[in-house]
């Protein structure tokens, strides 16, 4: 018996080694977390008496971030938003995301699509009143026509349409229609197109703007055109890309700031969120036919929301 004791010793003391030698299981690494701080304003800071926000996020390697980020108040540190970007500079919240109030209320929570606000958004006040929103369908450009002139005429060959936006703008539907001369002209009305999209304005604002897009659509004219015009133009706010466009030929190099972009889209019809504090658009169009001239006819409108 003392014999089978000192064996099964001996076989311990040399299997011990033999578990520590084994290989442990590969950690998941993780870039380190980065805290970056904004005053405000939401701008980045570095002097300690602007600060009033503070961000903890993980970044890649190219500078987009990995995971969940998360906004504090500085200096208490209380949580001020968590959600995930889908960039950042200008933030691009996506997938569902919560903010608080500093006295600990919620503020917001709901549903982002790169960086836009879904059906299921809803918002509190700090003393955890709901906020109650109404939104309207208001014209921002009514049925606007330019001609403009071909490509290798001596004329100029472009048309930039100045839109103001009203206060409270959340999005806009715009339809733009481009076509050649001799073609025939567009037959739509904004306003009976929406006459009843302006009584829902309890839907939410991104289904609101759908349906008017839609009933835009349903507004077609009565002859489409049988050519199809060439063309490219742009949707901007800025209004120092608009003046760069008029002067490189129908052109904007820097398109980052661009609402939209196309080519040889000669009819469109199409929602589009607005950021807050856009207050002014301008949608630049470029007749690209060598020898033919197009007119271009474009309404805008708003939808407009208040909210108590």
């Known amino acids: 018996m003392a014999k ?40 980045r800071t570095e002097t300690l008496e602007e600060v009033a926000y503070a961000r903890i996020a993980r970044h890649d390697a190219a500078g ?24 950042e ?5 996506t997938g569902l995301c919560c903010s608080w109030h ?13 960086g836009v606000q879904q059906s299921d958004f809803r918002s509190w006040r700090d003393d955890g009143r709901e906020i109650k929103c109404k939104s309207l369908m208001q014209e921002a450009l009514p049925l606007s026509t330019a001609s403009i002139h071909c490509s290798n005429c ?34 739509w009305s904004t306003a009976l197109a929406l006459a009843g999209v302006v009584g829902t304005g309890g839907m939410s604002a991104p289904a609101l703007l759908t349906t008017a897009a839609t009933a835009l659509t349903k507004q077609g004219n009565n002859a489409p055109p049988t050519v199809s015009t060439k063309c490219h133009w742009y949707i901007t706010p800025d209004e120092a890309a608009a003046q760069q466009f008029l002067d490189t030929k129908g052109y904007i190099k820097d398109v980052k700031n661009c609402l939209r972009v ?10 589009i ?3 807050p504090g856009i ?17 271009a006819t474009l309404s805008v409108t708003a939808l407009v929301q208040t909210c108590k």
């Open 4 to 43: 089978l004791y000192l064996l099964q010793f001996l076989l311990l003391i040399i299997s011990v080694p033999a578990l520590a030698q084994r290989p442990k299981p590969a950690a998941v690494s993780l870039p380190p977390a980065d805290t970056v701080y904004f005053d405000r304003d939401w701008e």
């Open 64 to 87: 987009k971030t990995i995971g969940t980020v998360r906004d504090y108040f500085y200096p208490s540190w209380k949580k001020q938003w968590e959600g995930k970007m889908a960039s």
């Open 89 to 93: 500079a200008p933030d691009k919240p």
């Open 102 to 114: 500093e006295n600990g209320q919620v503020s917001f929570k709901g549903t982002y699509v790169n």
């Open 154 to 187: 001596m004329h100029i060959s472009r048309k930039v349409f100045t839109v103001d936006i009203p206060e409270g703008t959340v999005g806009i539907v715009y339809k733009l229609d481009v076509r050649d001369e001799g073609q025939p002209p567009v037959s």
């Open 262 to 271: 196309a080519s040889n889209t000669p009819q469109e019809t199409r929602p």
């Open 273 to 275: 969120s607005l950021p």
């Open 279 to 295: 207050r002014r658009l301008y949608v630049c169009v470029n007749n690209d036919n060598y020898t033919t001239d197009a007119t």
